[in-house]
C-alpha cells in the first residue's frame, strides 16, 4: 500500500457509527452561512455535512446572524434528525445545554487525541487508518 493511500484515507471517523445518534451532541465547523441555513462538517463523522436552520441557532432572537456564527468556527450542535439514506443530518445550536457543551467538548478532545495518536501509527506502518481502526475494534 502506498503512502499516498493511507494518509489519503487518514480522515475517517472517530466512533464505530457511520452517523451520529439523535439527541447527540457533537463538534461541528461551520462551512456556509445561507439565507435559511447554515451549513457545517461533522468533524467526528469524517466531515459529512450537515444543515443548521437558522431558527435552531438560538433561543432569543436573531439581530445578525454573524454576531452568532462564523465560517470556520469549531463548536458544539445537537443532532435533531439523521436520514441515513439520503444523508441528511439536521442540527440545533439552541436544544444545546450547558451540560451537553462540556460533555460534547471533552468526549471530542479525547476522540482527537485518540485519532490522531492512531493516525500516526498508520502513517508510520503505512496502513490504512480503517483497518487499524477496524483491528482495535
Known amino acids: 500500500m502506498s503512502?499516498?493511500?493511507s494518509l489519503a484515507n487518514s480522515d475517517c471517523r472517530m466512533y464505530?457509527?457511520?452517523y451520529p445518534e439523535v439527541d447527540?451532541?457533537?463538534m461541528i465547523q461551520v462551512k456556509e452561512i445561507g439565507d435559511v441555513a447554515t451549513h457545517v462538517s461533522l468533524l467526528e463523522y469524517n466531515n459529512i455535512e450537515g444543515m443548521i436552520l437558522l431558527s435552531d441557532?438560538?433561543?432569543r432572537r436573531i439581530r445578525s446572524v454573524g454576531s452568532l456564527i462564523k465560517v470556520g468556527r469549531i463548536e458544539p450542535a445537537m443532532v435533531l434528525r439523521?436520514?441515513?439514506e439520503k444523508g441528511y443530518i439536521d442540527l440545533s445550536k439552541k436544544r444545546l445545554s450547558e451540560q451537553d457543551v462540556q460533555i460534547?467538548?471533552?468526549r471530542y478532545n479525547k476522540s482527537k487525541l485518540v485519532h490522531s495518536?492512531?493516525?500516526h501509527v498508520a502513517e508510520t506502518m503505512n496502513v490504512d487508518l480503517e483497518l487499524?481502526?477496524?483491528v482495535c475494534r
Do not use: F
Open 3 to 5: 503512502t499516498t493511500t
Open 104 to 106: 460534547c467538548e471533552e
Open 16 to 18: 464505530e457509527a457511520r
Open 117 to 119: 495518536i492512531m493516525r
Open 132 to 134: 487499524i481502526a477496524d
Open 82 to 84: 439523521v436520514n441515513a
Open 24 to 26: 447527540t451532541p457533537v
Open 57 to 59: 441557532l438560538s433561543r
